[in-house]
């Protein structure tokens, strides 16, 4: 059973910087692609960043490009999210989740494991 459990969350500062990790285990994620959602109050879950397990290929939503960076450390099976000039508009719950290889499909949807997300919150 694939376990994901995110850590990190907080309140900061507008400009301030964030680093969020997720643990997964239950299995090993060698072929997997693991991502990042958050959602805001009120709005619907979006994509933030994906990452290829094996060779560690990202893609990143234009919104937190050149602000935010993901990693992975494969040994340990941990994925992280540094959040670096934080803007108010990233203030939401930040999701970790994975899913098995899926060829032809994009890298921001159909993830079929979630964690139980961590809150985020950027004050202006």
């Known amino acids: 059973q694939v376990q994901l459990v995110e850590s990190g969350g907080g309140l900061v500062q507008a400009g301030g910087s964030l680093r969020l990790s997720c643990a997964a285990s239950?299995?090993?994620?060698?072929?997997?692609?693991m991502a990042w959602f958050r959602q805001a109050p009120g709005k619907e879950r979006e994509f933030v960043v994906s990452?290829?397990?094996?060779?560690?290929?990202?893609y990143y939503a234009d919104s937190v490009k050149g602000r935010f960076t993901v990693s992975r450390d494969y040994a340990k099976s941990w994925l992280y999210l540094q959040m670096n000039s934080l803007k108010p508009e990233d203030t939401g719950v930040y999701y970790c989740?994975?899913?098995?290889?899926?060829?032809?499909?994009?890298?921001?949807?159909?993830?079929?494991?979630w964690g139980q997300g961590t809150q985020v919150t950027v004050s202006s």
């Open positions: 989740a994975a899913r098995p290889p899926k060829p032809g499909i994009a890298p921001g949807i159909a993830y079929d494991y």
């Open positions: 239950g299995r090993t994620f060698n072929r997997y692609t």
């Open positions: 990452i290829r397990w094996s060779d560690g290929d990202t």
